[in-house]
């Protein structure tokens, strides 16, 4: 039957900034994997990786047909990086990339059948940007700005590109058309500045994240500390996963929900998260669109990314169905607190 909630579409224009693209790797193994022995795998999959690569497939998948445009930015270098172009270009992202002279980085999720729910990742270190390469990709983005809605800055910065969020808060803070794109980072490693600047409009982070990053001991006293300080907008949002447990939402002076998301058999996992980031993006700039977000609203696009997430992690490959999201939607339970 049809869902309930239907989602509001519309021709939004989203950018994920993804400085830390990857090759992603996936090999099963039909048995558990044992460290300092021969493991054979059964298959191998490849595909792209990186948390604004994932995010800005996610949204293409869940809105290209309804007109919205999903880009990407980002850094590719080497054969890896010639594999990852293709594989965007051809899913038909619009791509804003720079050529760096490091190799992109592969990255190999070990799944066996004892620890499905719980991969084993191997994370290769990222190569260094050079100063001429960070100033490209920055002069790209401020010619691209005023082509997006909506900007997502998506996971940590390669080594060398430290400065990139930074300086895309403040290309927006100087734009002199007068236009104010919601702008969301989901990452909380050395991201002082990036709050310092006061642009942001919604941060994303796991519960663990933002205890880390406010080195408070609860999500409401956390939430409290960075509104006083950082998340100053008018309208801002922290929206907050905590894996299967319920989300929560905060509202800069207005309150906050929390969300239950259903009981599933998680497959994979690996890159939920960055399908909520951007479908929460989405649909929160396509509210926007009708006036300032509200609690309601806010929560109602953070439900539909949650609801993607949870329709990713039923899958082993980084795809989601559309009639899984619109079920996961149903089940999702939105209730203010206090």
């Known amino acids: 039957h049809p869902c309930?909630?239907?989602?509001?579409?519309?021709?939004?224009?989203?950018?994920?900034?993804?400085?830390?693209?990857?090759?992603?790797?996936?090999?099963?193994?039909?048995?558990?994997?044992?460290?300092?022995?021969?493991?054979?795998?059964?298959?191998?999959?490849?595909?792209?990786?990186?948390?604004?690569?994932?995010?800005?497939?996610?949204l293409h998948r869940w809105a290209g047909g309804s007109g919205a445009t999903t880009g990407v930015a980002q850094f590719l270098g080497g054969g890896s990086g010639d594999f990852v172009d293709a594989e965007l270009k051809s899913a038909g992202l619009a791509t804003l990339t720079t050529?760096?002279?490091?190799?992109?980085?592969?990255?190999?999720?070990?799944?066996?059948?004892?620890?499905?729910?719980?991969?084993?990742?191997?994370?290769?270190?990222?190569?260094?940007?050079?100063?001429?390469?960070?100033?490209?990709?920055?002069?790209?983005?401020?010619?691209?700005?005023?082509?997006?809605?909506?900007?997502?800055?998506?996971?940590?910065?390669?080594?060398?590109?430290?400065?990139?969020?930074?300086?895309?808060?403040?290309?927006?803070?100087?734009?002199?058309?007068g236009a104010d794109p919601l702008l969301l980072l989901d990452g909380f490693k050395g991201v002082e500045r990036v709050l310092a600047s006061r642009r942001l409009d919604i941060l994303k982070l796991n519960l663990d994240e933002l205890l880390a990053l406010t080195e408070r001991s609860d999500a409401d006293a956390a939430a409290a500390e960075l509104f006083a300080t950082v998340l100053t907008r008018p309208?801002?949002?922290?929206?907050?996963?905590?894996?299967?447990?319920?989300?929560?939402?905060?509202?800069?002076?207005?309150?906050?929900?929390?969300?239950?998301?259903?009981?599933?058999?998680?497959?994979?996992?690996?890159?939920?998260?960055?399908?909520?980031?951007?479908?929460?993006?989405?649909?929160?700039?396509?509210?926007?669109?009708?006036?300032?977000?509200?609690?309601?609203?806010?929560?109602?696009a953070f439900a539909w990314g949650l609801a993607a997430a949870c329709a990713r992690c039923l899958q082993e490959l980084p795809t989601f169905e559309q009639a899984a999201v619109h079920a996961m939607r149903e089940r999702i339970v939105i209730e203010r607190r206090g």
Not at 143 to 163: H, K, S, V
Not at 262 to 273: L, M, S, Y
Request: net charge negative.
């Open 99 to 177: 050529r760096v002279g490091a190799a992109t980085r592969t990255c190999t999720t070990l799944l066996d059948e004892a620890n499905k729910g719980a991969p084993t990742e191997l994370i290769e270190p990222s190569g260094v940007v050079s100063e001429a390469e960070l100033a490209s990709l920055l002069a790209a983005l401020d010619q691209a700005a005023q082509n997006y809605d909506a900007f997502a800055l998506c996971g940590t910065t390669p080594p060398g590109a430290g400065e990139l969020y930074e300086r895309v808060c403040s290309l927006l803070l100087a734009r002199a058309d």
């Open 235 to 300: 309208g801002c949002v922290l929206a907050v996963t905590d894996g299967p447990r319920p989300a929560l939402i905060f509202l800069a002076g207005g309150g906050s929900a929390s969300l239950r998301v259903p009981e599933i058999r998680c497959v994979n996992a690996i890159g939920a998260g960055d399908v909520c980031t951007s479908i929460f993006l989405y649909h929160a700039a396509v509210a926007r669109e009708a006036g300032p977000l509200d609690l309601d609203a806010a929560a109602s």
């Open 4 to 58: 309930k909630y239907m989602p509001l579409h519309a021709a939004v224009r989203v950018l994920c900034v993804g400085p830390n693209p990857a090759l992603q790797k996936v090999l099963s193994f039909p048995s558990n994997v044992e460290l300092g022995g021969v493991n054979r795998a059964a298959s191998c999959d490849t595909y792209v990786g990186g948390k604004g690569q994932g995010a800005a497939l996610a």
